[in-house]
Structure formats: structure tokens, C-alpha cells
């Protein structure tokens, strides 16, 4: 594939959705054949991100003061009445909740990485965490992810910052982490060997799924903590302030 | 009967106009980076709008005609005053630490001083485009230029700001990426 077939004035036309479906498809293939690509589309959509970000929280204007300032009594009983319903929502998401998208809903896509970046911005050498989520064995989407975690890598050292990568398989995503099965297994031990930044989980309760379904044993990389389901591994890092990538 | 459905449709419309205010006052501070000057905009335009109410031939079309109204405000304040190069000014009194509240303002002062140093019509493209989300089809209604205008205006102002947000190599102060895997 070649990088130069696509302008910027066309990259630009992808990520505004000005594109047709057959021309966008073919980006899309593209992208997933060729880093340098990606990277172009990345770099753009970064812009218009920084671009809506830098004027969602502008000074406050006058007309909106003056609203404000006459509201406040009916502000008052709009403030109970969200109380309420949060509460109410509260009640019913702690009966109800289940791992999934409740759990890990809002750090999924491009433009929230970007803003948990934007509104944790590192100053120099501070650390950054990252959850990979890998919950498909699909080779192109595994390619990228290690591409993503390779790159992670190789920029947090050239800026002399700490880093930690815990990849998290579940699913399909154990196939991964699968001797008998992956074929990134060179790659994944070649980079955990080199890093001490990168941990390797497979979630427990897919692994014994997995061995159910296929009636033998499943065996990952002796590098895999696999004492713990994704349920558990995901949520608590979220907690803690970790960016999710998820694959 | 006519006298009451047209009180109700401009009630109506006054509602729509309302919902809309603080986009329109977020999109004339990032032409013009002056609160005060923003909002004198923004009430110019909701008055010429309500003025001109009759005017606008489907509700579908109300965001591009507002908008359309709101820079054309702009350009007339632009011609008055004969200000087409702005200076931006951002004071920050506020604190400098390392908190994450500093490293936001840090780099939304840098991403704002970044697109103030654009040309007027790239600037106004850029923010219509990525803050405020229209197609580019509703921009070349907006700002009245061809569809292939509005097109290179956006290709050369997000350059420049990449030139500027994103060279990481040259930048001690602030580390963005974006990082996406699908």
C-alpha cells in the first residue's frame, strides 16, 4: 500500500466522514496495512480534537452570569430534583451493573483517550498507564495493538518516562497469549523480555471457558498472570486512573 | 387563529435561538478570544435572527442560518474596526503548579494560541469544522465560499496547527498523542 496514494486532503475528507463508503472502506484497509497511515490519520484527528477541546470551557459570558444570578432559586429545587434521580440511578445501576460497557464505558474511543490525556497531561517523567484490552484474536487488530504498544514504548523512552502496559486478553483475545495457537508469541515474549513495563493477563474465567469449549487444556505464555477474570483486572485500574485502549 | 399560531411559532423559534447560545458564544470567542466582544456578538446576531425570523425557510436549516448570521456579524465587526490581525492575550494568574488543572489550562492556552496565529478564514473554517461539528457542506453555506474552499481552508489550517500541536520532537513543554487501535 502506499502511503504517498493518500494526501492529506483526502485523510482529511476520511476522518470528517466526507468520504464515500467505498473510497472510506479502502482507507480503512489501508490503514490497518500500513503504520505510516495511521499515524496520518491519528495526527489529524488529534488536531481536531485539541481544536474542540480548546473552546468547550471558554470565559464564562456576561448574559450567562446574569442568567445564573436570577436563577438561583430555581436552580435550588433543580439541584434536589437531580439528586434525586441520581440517587434513583445509582440504585438501579449498582442493582443491574455487569462487566461490560457499564464498567468501562467512556474510555473506549479515540477522542476520550485523547481528553484523559488532554485533562492528565504529564509534565515531564511522570508516569503514564495503560490497560490493552484485548478481547478478539483477529491478526490485523492484534497487529495494531502491538504495533500501539510498541510505539508506546519506544516514545516514553525516547522522553525518558515511565511507562507501564498491562496487556489484559480476554475472550478471544487468550488466543493471543496461546502457545500452540498465536502467532505472536515470538513478538509478545520478545517484548516482555525487553520491558519491565509490560504485564501479561489472561482472564481466568475465559481460559476456563475456553478449556470447556475445546475439552483440553489451555495453555498461555509462562509469562501470564491468569489468577483473575478481565472483571476484575479492568475495573480496578480504570479506578485507579489507567488509559484504556481497548483492541 | 393565524395570530395565534404565529405567537407560538416565534415562542418557539426564541426556544430554539436560546438552546443555541452558548455554542454560538463558544464559536465567537474562538474567532475573536474576547468574552465581552463574544457576547456582543452573539446577542447582535440572536437579535438580528429574531428580527429576521421570517426569513429562515425550513427549521432544518436553522444551525447553518444562525451561524451564517453570527459570522457575518463578525465580518461586519472586523471591517468597522479594521481589525483583521487580533493579538491573543491570555492571562493566567491562576496557580502554576503541576496540577492536572494547570497541565488543561497549559495546553488549552497553547492549542488557543495556535489557532489565533491562523488567518481569519482559516480560523473561522477550522473551529465551524472541528468545534462546532458542521459538514463541509453547511460551512460553504455558513461562510459563503465553494465546497473546494472550505476543503483547502481546512487542509492548510489543520497543517499549520499540526506544524504547531504536534511536533513532539521540538516540544519540552507539553507530550500529546493520540493513540487509537481498532
Given amino acids: 500500500m502506499d502511503n504517498k496514494q493518500y494526501t492529506d486532503e483526502k485523510l482529511n475528507l476520511f476522518i470528517d466522514n466526507e468520504l464515500d463508503d467505498v473510497e472510506a472502506n479502502e482507507l480503512h484497509e489501508a490503514m490497518l496495512q ?21 473552546y468547550q470551557s471558554p470565559p464564562r459570558s456576561n448574559y450567562d452570569r446574569r442568567v445564573r444570578s436570577n436563577s438561583g432559586r430555581s436552580m435550588l429545587w433543580k439541584g434536589i430534583a437531580a439528586s434525586l434521580v441520581l440517587c434513583l440511578g445509582i440504585i438501579v445501576g449498582w442493582s443491574t451493573h455487569q462487566y461490560g460497557p457499564s464498567v468501562i464505558a467512556g474510555s473506549t474511543t479515540a477522542s476520550n483517550v485523547f481528553s484523559y490525556y488532554a485533562e492528565h497531561a504529564p509534565s515531564k517523567n511522570i508516569g503514564r498507564n495503560f490497560i490493552l484490552h484485548l478481547s478478539t484474536s483477529d491478526i490485523g487488530a492484534v497487529k495494531a495493538a502491538l504495533d500501539e504498544a510498541d510505539n508506546l514504548i519506544t516514545s516514553y523512552k525516547r522522553s525518558n518516562t515511565p511507562l507501564k502496559i498491562d496487556i489484559i486478553a480476554n475472550q478471544r483475545g487468550i488466543d493471543v497469549l496461546r502457545v500452540d495457537v498465536s502467532p505472536y508469541i515470538d513478538r509478545i515474549q520478545k517484548m516482555v523480555a525487553e520491558n519491565d513495563a509490560v504485564t501479561l493477563f489472561a482472564c481466568e474465567r475465559s481460559i476456563a471457558k475456553a478449556k470447556a469449549r ?22 480496578e485500574r480504570l479506578n485507579d486512573g489507567w488509559v484504556y485502549i481497548k483492541v | 387563529m393565524k395570530i395565534v399560531e404565529s405567537l407560538v411559532a416565534s415562542f418557539c423559534l426564541k426556544q430554539e435561538f436560546a438552546l443555541r447560545r452558548n455554542k454560538l458564544y463558544q464559536i465567537a470567542y474562538s474567532w475573536c478570544h474576547d468574552s465581552t466582544l463574544a457576547d456582543d456578538l452573539v446577542q447582535e446576531a440572536m437579535y438580528k435572527a429574531i428580527k429576521n425570523r421570517s426569513k429562515l425557510r425550513e427549521l432544518s436549516t436553522l444551525d447553518s442560518w444562525l451561524y451564517r448570521i453570527l459570522i457575518n456579524c463578525w465580518h461586519d465587526y472586523l471591517r468597522v474596526s479594521g481589525r483583521h490581525v487580533e493579538l491573543f492575550d491570555v492571562r493566567d494568574d491562576r496557580i502554576k503548579d503541576h496540577s492536572d488543572m494547570y497541565q488543561k489550562l497549559q495546553i488549552v492556552d497553547r492549542v488557543r494560541s495556535s489557532i489565533a496565529s491562523l488567518p481569519m478564514n482559516l480560523r473561522e473554517v477550522v473551529t465551524l469544522a472541528d ?34 500541536l504536534l511536533d513532539m520532537s521540538n516540544d519540552e513543554a507539553i507530550q500529546l498523542k493520540l493513540r487509537r487501535v481498532k
Fill in chain 1, 214 to 235: 475445546e475439552g483440553r487444556d489451555i495453555v498461555v505464555m509462562p509469562e501470564t498472570v491468569t489468577n483473575k477474570t478481565a472483571r476484575e483486572l479492568i475495573p
Fill in chain 1, 34 to 54: 500500513d503504520p505510516q497511515i495511521r499515524e496520518r490519520v491519528c495526527q489529524l484527528k488529534a488536531v481536531r480534537e485539541l481544536v474542540g477541546f480548546a
Fill in chain 2, 131 to 164: 468545534f462546532a461539528g458542521f459538514s463541509y457542506a453547511q460551512i460553504a453555506e455558513i461562510v459563503d465560499v465553494p465546497v473546494g474552499t472550505v476543503m483547502s481552508r481546512l487542509f492548510r489550517a489543520r497543517q499549520n496547527l499540526k506544524e504547531q
